[in-house]
């Protein structure tokens, strides 16, 4: 049994699309709809955001709005580092992806000298950096932050000064850099990747499932088979965008895939994972509700957050 804190980082200044940092309120929403009272029983801390840029012009073509992502990177490693040390067990529930290294950088703060595996269950290897970038949106590039991978050999885009100092900046969030390695990163669900992204897959050989695997396997076995490769990790973090999910069901998300997991593969995958003793902090995010249908997608996620904070809980 763990004491859980959930870590709300209502942000979205890291996507494309507007209303994400609705999510985690579409979430709350959803647990009043199905009667809970998971979010009285469990204490909640609130990050401030830097979403009032989303009003002003974005200065960093290759990075938009770097400069409130490098605040919100370090109000987020912090909570997650107390919180850590304080031996609770942090549930971050996110607004956009981009936030995911501020997690990241939040572990290691607390565990600078543990191995940490990362579980990236997601559409998307958001393993891009303002050199590659096609959209300059952050939410594609959190693990090239944790991996401190600029691509330089996939390099398309000439970045400002300014974007590049933000951006080393960014990687040293938690003052370590690199945070994680190729070999202790597990992608699930990952099905839509540009080329640039593909070049980094195939040359360090991540290791990553795909949905048919997921399909033709079972959860069981690729959550099996996840830990097992991470193995030699002494702590891991398991990342869950909610676009992982098939597009029929994960309309209220910025970015929907064909060919996802179902909700149900999701909710199991998720339980089976938090399930080994190694696993240290679990996330949510890419809820936009403003995309969405009577609430679906928050009430899908919902339910998969309350499976996952039973299972810590009890």
């Not at 393993?127 to 952050?138: E, F, K, L, V």
């Not at 002494?234 to 999910?245: A, G, K, R």
């Not at 996802?260 to 509700?289: D, H, M, W, Y």
Request: hydrophobic share 40%.
């Amino acid at each position: 049994m763990k004491n859980v804190k959930f870590i709300e980082v209502k942000s979205e200044i890291g996507a494309g699309t507007r209303g994400a940092s609705m999510g985690v309120d579409a979430i709350k929403i959803a647990a009043l709809d199905y009667g809970s009272n998971m979010f009285k029983q469990i204490e909640s801390i609130e990050i401030q955001t830097e979403n009032q840029l989303l009003f002003e012009p974005t200065k960093n073509t290759y990075a938009k709005r770097i400069g409130g992502i490098l605040n919100i990177y370090e109000r987020v490693a912090n909570a997650v580092s107390q919180t850590l040390k304080r031996n609770c067990f942090p549930i971050v529930l996110a607004g956009d992806h981009s936030t995911a290294a501020g997690t990241i950088a939040g572990i290691k703060m607390a565990y600078s000298k543990q191995r940490l595996g990362v579980i990236w269950i997601d559409a998307h290897a958001d393993i891009h950096s303002p050199y590659t970038t096609p959209t300059g949106n952050m939410h594609g590039m959190p693990i090239a932050v944790a991996l401190a991978e600029d691509n330089i050999a996939s390099k398309m885009n000439k970045p400002d000064k300014d974007t590049i100092d933000l951006w080393n900046r960014l990687k040293k969030v938690g003052g370590i850099s690199p945070k994680i390695t190729y070999k202790d990163l597990v992608y699930i669900g990952v099905r839509d990747v540009e080329p640039e992204e593909t070049y980094l897959l195939k040359k360090h050989k991540v290791k990553t499932f795909t949905t048919a695997e997921v399909k033709r396997n079972g959860v069981e076995k690729i959550a099996r088979d996840a830990l097992a490769h991470l193995a030699n990790c002494n702590l891991i973090y398991v990342s869950f965008d909610v676009d992982s999910m098939d597009s029929s069901i994960s309309k209220g998300t910025g970015t929907p895939v064909r060919n996802g997991i179902t909700e149900k593969e999701a909710g199991s995958l998720c339980v089976r994972l938090i399930q080994n003793e190694k696993v240290c902090c679990f996330e949510i995010c890419e809820v936009n509700p403003t995309l969405d249908k009577e609430n679906l997608m928050a009430e899908n996620t919902f339910e998969i957050l309350q499976k996952v904070v039973s299972q810590l809980t009890y």
